[in-house]
């Protein structure tokens, strides 16, 4: 079970820190997002074992993800908002690494969504 907090209203340009809890450990979590009338669209997925991170191009260098020190926890910290980051944000997780980490379908536990709004 995973559990999204964070979200809220924020200028262009401002920044805002999503949390995402897991009820046990996991190998990847991951953020998605799904603005209304769009398909929901990867944004940044961390690997527990290594640290790596990935990110979308539309949110690299204004993005970041990290962990807590256990493997139940994940921050997105979302720099320099643009209204285009406007959404719903979903974390997500998967118990091992999958190259295909930004496929929403490889991830088996999902949060509730957080709304960040970003207006124009």
């Known amino acids: 079970q995973l559990q999204a907090s964070g979200g809220g209203l924020a200028q262009a340009g401002d920044s805002l820190r999503l949390s995402c809890s897991a009820s046990?450990?996991?190998?990847?979590m991951a953020w998605f997002r799904q603005a209304p009338g769009e398909e929901r669209q990867f944004v940044a997925a961390?690997?527990?074992?290594?640290?790596?991170?990935y990110f979308a191009d539309s949110v690299k260098g204004r993005f970041t993800i990290s962990r807590g020190t256990a493997r139940v926890t994940a921050y997105l910290q979302m720099n320099n908002l643009e209204p285009e980051d406007t959404a719903v944000y979903y974390c997500?997780?998967?118990?091992?690494?999958?190259?295909?980490?930004?496929?929403?379908?490889?991830?088996?536990?999902w949060g509730q969504g957080t709304l960040v709004t970003s207006p124009a």
């Open positions: 961390i690997r527990w074992d290594t640290r790596s991170t």
């Open positions: 046990e450990r996991t190998g990847v």
């Open positions: 997500a997780a998967r118990l091992h690494y999958s190259l295909r980490y930004y496929d929403s379908e490889q991830y088996s536990f």
